[in-house]
């Protein structure tokens, strides 16, 4: 063998060796930023678990006659186990604290790819929002989304001028620093997430009635956004093409004020465009809210009381105006919802004893 051959066959050798370890240490790094990300990401399991909401609804069945698009007005305010347990409407809330009406239109987008509803109701309190005003919000609307374009979209109509497209790609670019506020339950759930609403419901027994609210102030301009009237467009556009029926409304919620002025606009639009707009302000009488007793914040959002008798009233309009038929006595549903109704009864047992009720 020449001198040449041996130091050839001598440098393959060495290539040959190094490349495998050169892709091991990518693999092996790779890993390791997998699963510090998978820990350093928020859980929402406790304090906060609103962030929590929007990824549930891929473990549900989806195959929902009703689903809710909206913010806290829709999955505190409304109980899909009352929908079900009085007419057999099967829905499910796709909420989301402060979700903006375009993070709305890009879930509801999301929803259909997996199932076809005959009806969405979208609460419309966030026309007043015709951008983002929180990245907090923002991630709690988007990161429990699943890949898509629609999560794509719903990044790049979102974030604010301080935030990445590549922070959600990479979320531990954004949470790299959270290790002082690292807990046990970020341990406990790095890899599986604990249920925290009932089909998006998220519940609260404990009441605090309306006592004083706020003073409503002036604005110097009622009108909404050019950006949030074209998302509602958009919202509109998918049901008709897809032949859903949409539902606008305003949920009974006392504080933040709901302006008039706000309210002539909705009418105004859902009258051009042939929509039902419901303002339940307007029915409090006919729900029978009673605000010393079924609110938990003072007129914010319903407690279970309000949320159960505000389904109430809706399955009660579905059925008369809508022809929803009750779906209970298909075996499979049935069988679906048991362990759903047996999660709610355990949540609300849990609650009274949490919040001391008898």
């Known amino acids: 063998m ?19 370890a050169v892709l ?37 069945e989806h195959d929902h006659d009703l689903i809710f698009v909206g913010d806290c007005e829709v999955y505190e305010n409304f109980s899909p ?17 402060e979700q903006y009406i375009f993070q709305s239109y890009y879930l509801l987008e999301d929803t259909l790819m997996y199932e076809h509803p005959k009806a969405v109701v979208f609460n419309i309190q966030s026309l ?3 951008k983002s005003r929180s990245e907090a919000y923002n991630r709690m609307s988007i990161e429990g989304m699943r890949w898509s374009p629609y999560k794509v979209g719903a990044i790049n109509a979102s974030k604010t001028e301080e935030e990445h497209f590549l922070d959600y790609v990479f979320p531990i670019l954004r949470y790299h620093s959270r290790w002082s506020e690292l807990t046990a339950a970020d341990f406990e759930y790095m890899f599986k997430a604990k249920k925290v609403t009932h089909n998006g419901y998220y ?12 003073p409503v ?10 950006n949030a009237w074209a998302y509602l467009d958009k919202i509109v556009q998918c049901c008709r093409e897809k032949d859903i029926q949409l539902i606008l409304i305003k949920a009974p919620s006392l504080y933040p004020h709901w302006y008039d002025q706000w309210d002539q606009q909705v009418k105004a639009y859902a009258a051009e465009h042939q929509l039902p707009y419901y303002n339940m302000l307007e029915a409090t009488e006919e729900i029978g809210l009673d605000y010393s007793t079924d609110t938990y914040d003072g007129g914010l959002h319903m407690n279970l009381s309000g ?25 499979h549903l049935e069988e679906v919802w048991t362990g759903i ?18």
């Open 203 to 214: 519940m609260r027994v404990d009441v605090r009635p309306v006592t004083t609210l706020p």
């Open 81 to 97: 186990v009352t929908l079900w347990q009085e007419y057999g409407i099967n829905s499910y809330i796709r909420g989301s604290a």
């Open 341 to 358: 109704i047996s999660d709610y009864n355990a949540e609300i047992e849990a609650q009274k004893i949490k919040y001391g009720i008898a």
């Open 307 to 331: 949320a159960e008798k505000c389904a109430r009233w809706l399955g009660k309009l579905l059925t008369e105006k809508y022809s929803f038929e009750s779906r209970r006595g298909e075996k």
């Open 128 to 130: 007043q929002f015709d």
């Open 24 to 60: 091991l240490s990518v693999l092996l790094a790779i890993l390791v930023l997998w699963l510090l990300q998978r820990l350093l990401v928020p859980k929402y399991v406790d304090g906060i678990v609103e962030g929590a909401f929007v990824a549930e609804f891929y473990g549900a």
């Open 2 to 20: 020449t001198p040449d051959s041996s130091s050839t066959t001598a440098s393959d050798t060495r290539r040959r060796v190094s490349v495998p």
């Open 217 to 226: 102030k002036p604005l110097a301009d009622y009108s909404f956004g050019e």
